[in-house]
């Protein structure tokens, strides 16, 4: 099976450094946010559920602890304040968002990708010079929280819009050493519903069934439990004809609630 990557500190800065910042210095409207969130997030930290979020992160992370609430106040305080960037500033204050130790700083870069995905694929080569950025962040500082909250809504929305550039870039990820990438692939379609294209997310279950990979075994499950809302009895059909493929746990999870 293989293995999950993982960087050092030193390697994920110069991962981030080398493909998402695009200028050796940023704007100063790119500095000015990375300000403006830095002094928000430090004024309204929690010392007791920033120790909570690191162990339950297993301690990959740092945190302020700010829960979920708050920090989507002051992200939006932050966003509504501040200038709207051109496509390279974008890729800028992400990834200088991403260099950062504390786990916030990276939903902000994803929060703050998802609300303006469509200066990110204003037209396709825009689209896949985003969807390379959105390669990096997947598989640096990777956990599931970040794999999870970025996949289905900037490169699966990508590929809902730009279908012939950048499913078959999936079609690569599904196949990829990178185990992130390939939980990415399977659920990029999560906000497809109705729409969802039933043979390829078959395929890529079929494809990776057979991993041990806890994180694999629990996103075809989720993908297919998602898609049965939608499609009760195709989804019953694939599992029941190919259970002996697929772990016990992606059963479970997809017919959880059939």
Known sequence: MPKVKHLKRSAVTAVVDSKLIKHSKPSSRVLEILRKVRREYQANRDPTYAAWSKKYMR??????????????????QVISASPILDVEDIYDLVGLLWQQEEREFHYFAIDYAVKFRDVLSCDAATCLRSVECGRQLLI???????????????????????PKEVIPILDQWIKDDNMWLRRSAILHQLNYNENTDKERLFRYCLLTGHEDEFFIQRAIGWALRNYLRYNRKDVKEFVKKNEAKLSPLSVKEALKHA
């Open 140 to 162: 640096t500082n990777s956990w599931w929280d970040s794999i999870d909250l970025f996949t289905p809504k900037v490169i699966g929305y990508f590929g809902s819009k730009y």
């Open 59 to 76: 301690n990959k992370f740092e945190f302020f602890g700010l829960k979920f609430p708050k920090r989507r106040t002051l992200d939006k």
